[in-house]
């Protein structure tokens, strides 16, 4: 009968040695799996954001949803209810920025506007698209998609834009619409 013990009393601990082999405790490899799934650090309602520079407000930023996954390898926060950003120039000047959606893109600091993306700047130059990406850094915006440009002086429509943010330098694609131009007399004979 002893036999018969020593028998299952090493079956038991050959079974324990081979389930504690075959399990593994991979801090890694659980991390991957939670960020492959892209689980929000945190959800936030009904935000509001200030920013400065220079103890100077440059910035507002509100939305009724923030999601924030900046635990991700590549860090980024979305906005899936929309954004309202209102900018200070130097003279406290307002321009509105608005959409439907939007991603800010942590480490490039790139926001990726869309779905009536509509920015109106502080001399009444309005941008119509349905997405607009803005260089926070840079103070410049971008897109390849059709947009809609008015102020005093042009009524322009086209696809592509690369501009700083108070449009007074910028490039597109093809154009078509009004641009308005001041005659001059010359003195060519």
């Not at 405790?25 to 935000?47: E, R």
């Not at 800010?104 to 009444?124: A, C, M, P, Q, W």
């Not at 429509?157 to 501009?163: C, E, G, N, P």
Request: aromatic residues 14%.
């Amino acid at each position: 009968m002893s036999s018969f013990n020593s028998c299952i009393s090493v079956l038991y601990i050959l079974l324990f040695m081979f389930h504690l082999c075959s399990c593994e405790n991979d801090s890694q490899q659980l991390l991957d799996l939670f960020n492959k799934k892209k689980q929000p650090v945190g959800i936030a309602s009904d935000i509001r954001m200030v920013y400065t520079d220079s103890m100077k407000i440059s910035a507002i930023l509100t939305s009724k949803k923030h999601v924030d996954f900046t635990n991700l390898s590549f860090k980024y926060s979305e906005f899936p209810d929309g954004v309202k950003v209102i900018f200070f120039d130097e003279k406290n000047r307002q321009s509105e920025l608005t959409s439907d959606f939007a991603t800010l893109y942590e480490s490039t600091k790139i926001i990726d506007l869309r779905g009536n993306v509509f920015l109106r700047s502080s001399n009444g130059a309005e941008l119509i698209s349905q997405q607009l990406y803005w260089d926070a850094t840079d103070n410049w915006i971008f897109t390849e998609f059709p947009f809609e440009f008015s102020d005093d002086d042009y009524e322009i429509s086209a696809k592509r834009l690369d501009a700083n943010k108070e449009f007074s330098k910028f490039r597109t694609g093809s154009l078509t619409g009004k641009i308005s131009v001041e005659e001059s007399n010359d003195s060519i004979k």
